[in-house]
């Protein structure tokens, strides 16, 4: 017996809590381009990408009209994003841009390039894409090293537009 997960376990899908369902929409459908696969009258609706059931939950069931935990209470820190290119993250970039949504933070982790938002609910949602295992940074024993440092989002931009 050994301590350790079965290395094939991954997070599958986040279910959020939010206030109003068209607004969420707008967010996670309209600037982050997930699609619709259902939706439940005006209480809860599911999104994807690639036509997999659902990666987001979304739902008014006990949060309707409710406003954001404040600061200093526990809860989900943030939901992450992962694209499959340093390109379609700049995709997501633009798309942001193009809808006015500011970041509240881009980092550079060494394993990874990521930026920080909050959706319209205020859940915290990190847009990231990972580097090949090869390129991510190793200390002198062999052991992951991640850093965090400024993200050069010019940088970014400059990738080219991906397929839609």
């Known amino acids: ?38 939706r439940i009258g005006h209480s809860a609706a599911f999104l994807s990408a690639g036509g997999y059931h ?3 939950g979304l739902n008014t069931w006990e949060s ?6 404040p600061l200093g209470t526990t809860g989900l820190y943030h939901v ?11 995709d997501a970039l633009r798309r942001l841009m ?3 949504i500011k970041l509240e933070g881009a980092a550079d982790h ?7 938002l909050h959706d319209p609910d205020h859940n915290g949602v990190e847009l990231y894409w990972d580097r090949p295992r090869n390129e ?13 440092r ?9 990738e080219k537009n991906i397929a839609s």
């Open 98 to 100: 193009s809808a006015g």
């Open 110 to 116: 060494g394993v990874s390039e990521a930026l920080y």
């Open 1 to 38: 017996m050994t301590n350790s997960i079965h290395p094939q376990t991954h997070i599958g899908h986040v279910h959020l809590r939010v206030s109003d369902l068209d607004r969420s929409l707008a967010f996670y459908h309209g600037v982050l381009g997930f699609e619709i696969t259902q």
């Open 54 to 56: 659902h990666h987001i």
């Open 150 to 158: 400024a993200l050069n989002l010019e940088n970014i931009l400059a």
């Open 80 to 90: 992450a994003i992962v694209y499959p290119t340093r390109a379609a993250l700049a």
């Open 64 to 69: 309707l009209g409710g406003t954001a935990p």
């Open 136 to 148: 991510w940074p190793l200390d002198r024993h062999g052991g992951l090293a991640m850093i965090t």
